[in-house]
């Protein structure tokens, strides 16, 4: 397992990768934002722990742009105690934050949970799956009720529908969703996705123009709520 420490202060970043080696953890440290993105492409780490204040681009725009291509867990680390933060952390698509000074042993045992987290949701394929909203979908039947109505999706659509519920609540990006339904040798137009996600709204949302389940998160792709 593979940790990517994005810190640019050295005593900290040397800590933590020391922490996470005694803990059995590859762990590699990007001092700043653009190293960081980088970082998480080329070495597609299985977690992420990202500091807010960091030079080049900070932690939320970092987190921002890595949710757009990939699902990694990340944790954010901030020194602030400004709640403002940890919302927007959030909302652009971070699973967690630690604030500063952490006991190392908080820090562990979160690092733990999320890769485990992580580990079920990529094993786990059950086949009927049901989202909030009363959205259920029969994987093997490829059958969709909503609200107990069955609506019929095209294969696009049943696709996103499927990674939407596979992670409830977490933001996917516009390359991921592009990655996963489209395939990675896909070049056509990015609005491709906007296009298909408007034609799902229409069939899922009471209220297409003010949804409520499939909710757009600006800057990075979309999230079903939880
Ligand atoms: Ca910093």
Same mark, same amino acid.
């Given at each position: 397992?593979?940790?990517?420490?994005?810190?640019?202060?050295?005593?900290?970043?040397?800590?933590?990768?020391?922490?996470?080696?005694?803990?059995?953890?590859?762990?590699?440290?990007?001092?700043?934002?653009?190293?960081?993105?980088?970082?998480?492409?080329?070495?597609?780490?299985?977690?992420?722990?990202?500091?807010?204040?960091?030079?080049?681009?900070?932690?939320?725009?970092?987190?921002?742009?890595?949710?757009?291509?990939?699902?990694?867990?990340?944790?954010?680390?901030?020194?602030?105690?400004?709640?403002?933060?940890?919302?927007?952390?959030?909302?652009?698509?971070?699973?967690?934050?630690?604030?500063?000074?952490?006991?190392?042993?908080?820090?562990?045992?979160?690092?733990?949970?999320?890769?485990?987290?992580?580990?079920?949701?990529?094993?786990?394929?059950?086949?009927? &799956? =049901?989202?909030?909203?009363?959205?259920?979908? *029969? $994987?093997?039947?490829?059958? #969709?009720? @909503? !609200?107990?109505?069955?609506?019929?999706?095209?294969?696009?659509?049943?696709?996103?529908?499927?990674?939407?519920?596979?992670?409830?609540?977490?933001?996917?990006?516009?390359?991921?969703?592009?990655? &996963? =339904?489209?395939?990675?040798?896909?070049?056509? *137009? $990015?609005?491709?996705?906007? #296009?298909? @996600? !408007?034609?799902?709204?229409?069939?899922?949302?009471?209220?297409?123009?003010?949804?409520?389940?499939?909710?757009?998160?600006?800057?990075?792709?979309?999230?079903?709520?939880?």
């Amino acid at each position: 397992m593979k940790v990517l420490i994005v810190e640019d202060e050295e005593t900290m970043a040397r800590s933590l990768r020391l922490l996470l080696k005694k803990e059995g953890y590859d762990a590699a440290v990007a001092r700043d934002g653009p190293a960081a993105v980088e970082a998480a492409r080329r070495e597609a780490p299985d977690l992420i722990l990202l500091d807010v204040m960091l030079p080049g681009l900070d932690g939320i725009e970092v987190c921002r742009q890595v949710r757009a291509f990939s699902l990694v867990p990340i944790i954010m680390l901030t020194a602030r105690t400004a709640e403002v933060d940890k919302v927007v952390g959030l909302e652009v698509g971070a699973d967690d934050y630690v604030t500063k000074p952490f006991s190392p042993r908080e820090l562990v045992a979160r690092v733990k949970a999320h890769l485990r987290r992580a580990q079920m949701a990529a094993q786990s394929e059950p086949q009927t &799956r =049901v989202a909030a909203g009363g959205i259920v979908m *029969d $994987v093997a039947r490829r059958q #969709v009720l @909503v !609200r107990g109505r069955e609506v019929a999706l095209s294969p696009k659509e049943f696709e996103l529908l499927r990674l939407f519920i596979t992670y409830p609540g977490r933001v996917l990006g516009r390359n991921f969703l592009l990655d &996963r =339904v489209w395939g990675a040798d896909f070049f056509g *137009d $990015v609005r491709t996705l906007d #296009v298909h @996600v !408007r034609w799902l709204r229409e069939k899922i949302e009471r209220d297409p123009g003010r949804p409520e389940h499939l909710l757009t998160v600006h800057g990075v792709g979309y999230r079903l709520a939880g």
